[in-house]
């Protein structure tokens, strides 16, 4: 018997250490399902992430038509020799990178036009400065092709 008691004696004490494991176990449950619920990103907001880069590319895209269809830009393309349809299918192929610098300069450039309150005139280096993005919408177009 004496063999018996030790044998239940230890068992006790597995059951016990068995016990404490488990309700360690069972109360760091709840936090780890809090800690996942923190991180649960809603369709929503997927969405409006995936969009994003197509929404910015449509307001880079819009930035160097609107510089281009002006009449200024028109006649500097003119005077260049260079075919609007052109240009403006080429601004379609741009990658994103290059779009979006061309666009960040041509919004500098309408804003100068904007700022200086010359409606219908531009100088010798604005229109440079058109012909200039259109020539590198061009070439950037022929180069990723």
Avoid: Y
């Avoid at 969405?47 to 449509?58: F, L, M, Q, Y």
């Avoid at 160097?64 to 052109?86: C, I, P, Y």
């Amino acid at each position: 018997m004496n063999g018996c008691a030790k044998w239940f004696g230890r068992s006790k004490w597995c059951g016990r250490i068995l016990a404490l494991i488990l309700l360690g176990g069972v109360a760091a449950t709840p936090a780890c399902v809090q800690a996942q619920d923190k991180h649960v990103v809603s369709s929503q907001e997927l969405s409006k992430d995936a969009a994003r880069p197509a929404e910015t590319r449509g307001a880079n895209e819009a930035a160097l038509r609107q510089l281009f269809s002006s009449e200024q830009a028109q006649q500097a393309l003119k005077s260049a020799n260079l075919d609007f349809g052109k240009v403006d299918k080429a601004v379609a192929q741009l990658s994103d990178e290059d779009l979006a610098k061309l666009a960040a300069r041509s919004r500098q450039v309408q804003d100068n036009f904007a700022g200086a309150g010359r409606a219908g005139s531009l100088s010798d280096r604005d229109l440079l400065i058109i012909i200039v993005i259109a020539v590198l919408v061009i070439a950037l177009v022929a180069v990723l092709h």
